[in-house]
């Protein structure tokens, strides 16, 4: 229809030289018209809409998603957001319907799907495949209402183990989704100056 198109490949982590990891397993491609972007992110379906959880590799993502899995709340998308606009609304399109767990994640789970394999990119985590397992993967775009950055404290005494949640300030949420954004070409000054106004609209209205 004349718009510029974004292919989406959720794969196993950030777009960039990593696209190809995990022998291409999680490629879903999926046609969005422009403007859609990505966040490292994992997202599941509540009763609200749609929550997310963005961070940096390592913050908990997965593990939170499969959390909420384990309560009843269906997963969305594992490590890649993809946030449009529709109806005057932000939504979250869905990803692959599979979590990168390690082990010990997974097994208090007790879903009756397994991992299908180790994870190339680091081998104490397995791929659950969440494909036919009941109420498990939601596979059409929902309302998006919430975003939680996710952040490890360390105190005196190591990783704090109570979470803490505050409410970000408009500037700090717009820098976090900035952070925590993929793109493609960093020297696309246009594609990053709508990446950035998009950004701080869904900061303004998530």
């Not at 309302?143 to 939680?148: D, E, Q």
């Not at 005494?157 to 949420?173: F, I, K, M, Y």
């Not at 020297?187 to 900061?203: E, G, I, M």
Request: hydrophobic share 45%; proline share 7%.
């Amino acid at each position: 229809d004349g718009h510029p198109q974004m292919l989406v490949y959720p794969f196993e982590s950030q777009l960039g030289t990593r696209l190809v990891a995990d022998e291409l397993s999680s490629m879903f491609p999926a046609k969005y018209r422009w403007p859609v972007f990505a966040l490292h992110a994992s997202a599941v379906l509540t009763p609200f809409g749609v929550a997310a959880f963005m961070g940096a590799a390592g913050a908990g993502k997965s593990t939170l998603a499969s959390v909420f899995l384990a309560a009843g709340y269906p997963v969305l998308a594992d490590d890649c957001v993809v946030v449009d606009r529709a109806g005057g609304r932000f939504i979250a399109r869905p990803g692959y319907p599979g979590l990168r767990l390690r082990e010990d994640a997974w097994r208090r789970l007790g879903r009756e799907s397994t991992p299908s394999r180790r994870v190339t990119q680091d081998p104490q985590k397995r791929r659950l495949n969440l494909a036919g397992v009941p109420d498990a993967f939601v596979a059409e775009a929902r309302p998006l209402c919430r975003i939680y950055a996710l952040a490890r404290h360390e105190g005196p005494e190591g990783w704090h183990p109570d979470p803490d949640v505050e409410l970000l300030s408009w500037r700090d949420a717009v820098m976090s989704l900035l952070h925590c954004a993929l793109r493609l070409d960093l020297d696309d000054r246009t594609r990053s100056a709508r990446q950035f106004s998009f950004y701080q609209d869904v900061a303004a209205e998530v």
